[in-house]
């Protein structure tokens, strides 16, 4: 069991629930980090007493040193810190919670520094599965899935034998605007984009599930973290999120992960891997909830999980062109700047327009071809 963390992006959603599981069970929190919002990283240091945080913005991390300046806490700055934070030398165990791909260079300085990865920035695996898998190849780190589909499917799998997997099966709620044709989602608002039914997130995970890209980014991520292709993973809606994820195994048997919404219960998991410790989570009560549906995704609405799951079969950087046009283009809708169908448009059209087919890539083709698709949008 972990002992000791890094909490990378500790006061996200995830972030915070992250402490919150450390506080239950008595794990040291060693090292935070955050964008730019202070106050809350602050309050998270003086309560947890960790060797350092980091601040990605240079003036931010500045007045922090100053509010910390009576606490022996180092304060570091720039993506730098972060990487420092990263590779904190009391933490066994990195949980990286930043969103978007800012979280690959501090993943792969966890692996390289030796700790175990409990991972929630899933565009990580989406834009660097390959180098993240030759990173833990070479030090033999453990990765547990924060996700909590991933995590449901790696729950299901303890104790099945290696090779009777057939197929994962991902639950998707559907988004804040499941059933609506494209003709009802031209002129969705933001505000409406951001009503979860069931999840409470950070903003870009809320518009990626509304525009249901999450579960295309999903499909990526399930592809890197139990090695299965496109055709070996089913998506399937279930308005209720009681049920997890599923897998079927070759005799056809289905095992399912349930509990009640709540991420501290993947979070607690990925900490506490092999173990089962109480958790302040509500049981579940299935008569209450009665009835659970189910439903087939409609992909031609929701295109982003249809380009998502092209861009895996076409492999290279395809998933990394299509990660980066999502980020760009939910940033330009966030500001008002587009409206809410430009988003599958411009990561479909970046996938398109992108050609790049060859499998011998590093990891300067990664950041290379995730700043070009950027650039190409944000500058339009
Ligand atoms: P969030 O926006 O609430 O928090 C993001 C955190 O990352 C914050 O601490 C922020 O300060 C930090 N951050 C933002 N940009 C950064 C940058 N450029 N460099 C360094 N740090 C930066 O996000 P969240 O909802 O907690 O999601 C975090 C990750 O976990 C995402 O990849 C998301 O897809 C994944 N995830 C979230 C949930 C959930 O319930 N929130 C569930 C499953 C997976
Ligand atoms: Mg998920």
Known sequence: MTKNISVLGSTGSIGVQTLDVAKMHGIKVSALTANRSIDLLEK?????????????????????????????????SGEEGIKEAARCAQADTAVNAI?????????????????????????????????????????????YPVDSEHSAIFQCLQGCPENSLKKVILTASGGAFFGRTKEQLRNVALKDALKHPNWSMGQKITIDSATMMNKGLEVIEASWLFGVPDE????LIHRESIIHSMIQLKDNSVIAQLGVPDMRIPIQYALTYPERLESPVKELDLSEIASLSFAKPDYDTFECLAVCRKALRLGGLYPTVANAANEAAVALFMQGRIGFLQIPEYVGNAVAQFSGSSDDFGLEDILNADKETRAKILDM
């Open 99 to 143: 969103v978007g791909v800012a979280g690959l260079m501090p993943t792969l300085e966890a692996i390289a520094s030796g700790k175990n990865l409990a991972l929630a920035n899933k565009e990580t695996l989406v834009a660097g599965g390959k180098v993240v898998r030759e990173a833990i190849n070479k030090t033999g780190i453990k990765l």
């Open 232 to 235: 070996q993973i089913d998506v």
């Open 44 to 76: 998270q240091a003086r309560e947890f007493e960790p060797e350092m945080v980091a601040v990605l913005d240079h003036d931010s991390a500045k007045r922090l040193k100053i509010a910390l300046s009576d606490t022996s806490i180092a304060v570091y």
